[in-house]
């Protein structure tokens, strides 16, 4: 009798913690409340050979004029240019950014590099993503 009981009140519970399934999200495994970076932008599908483009947002916090010396990227695929390369305090320009999705297939990244006279943030980093077919 003793030997019921034990395994009545001791493994019992211990099974029910193990056979409980988890929670899945409905939003494919990620948060619903997901938080946005205004630096990446995600082009989501593509076909091959489309070319796509976006405008990100650079902002002068500075007290004083911010100066953009150049933007490059990470590829030939991805083409950038600021609107504006003065911006004076609180003054906002945008990066138009051109990804040409030749030559690629399934998911990539790619980077465009704001070089500033900032010397507390002297690049900004911009990345774009796309899921080629």
Same mark, same amino acid.
């Given at each position: ?11 019992? %519970?211990?099974?029910?913690? &193990? ?18 970076? %205004? ?49 004076? %305090? ?35 980093? &911009?990345?774009?993503?796309? &899921?080629?077919?």
């Amino acid at each position: 009798m003793k030997v019921l009981l034990i395994i009545l009140f001791v493994f019992f %519970p211990l099974t029910g913690c &193990f056979s409980q399934n988890p929670k899945v999200s409905s939003s494919g495994g990620q948060d619903s409340e997901k938080v946005l970076d %205004p630096n990446l932008w995600d082009f989501g599908s593509i076909k091959k050979d489309q070319i796509v483009s976006h405008d990100f947002q650079v902002k002068n916090n500075l007290s004083r004029k911010l100066i953009i010396n150049g933007v490059t990227t990470s590829c030939g695929c991805t083409a950038s240019a600021a609107k504006k390369n003065i911006l004076a %305090p609180q003054e906002s320009t945008q990066i138009s950014v051109e990804f040409n999705s030749k030559g690629y297939k399934g998911e990539t990244s790619q980077f465009v590099y704001v070089n500033t006279d900032d010397p507390d943030n002297s690049v900004i980093k &911009f990345t774009i993503k796309a &899921f080629v077919q």
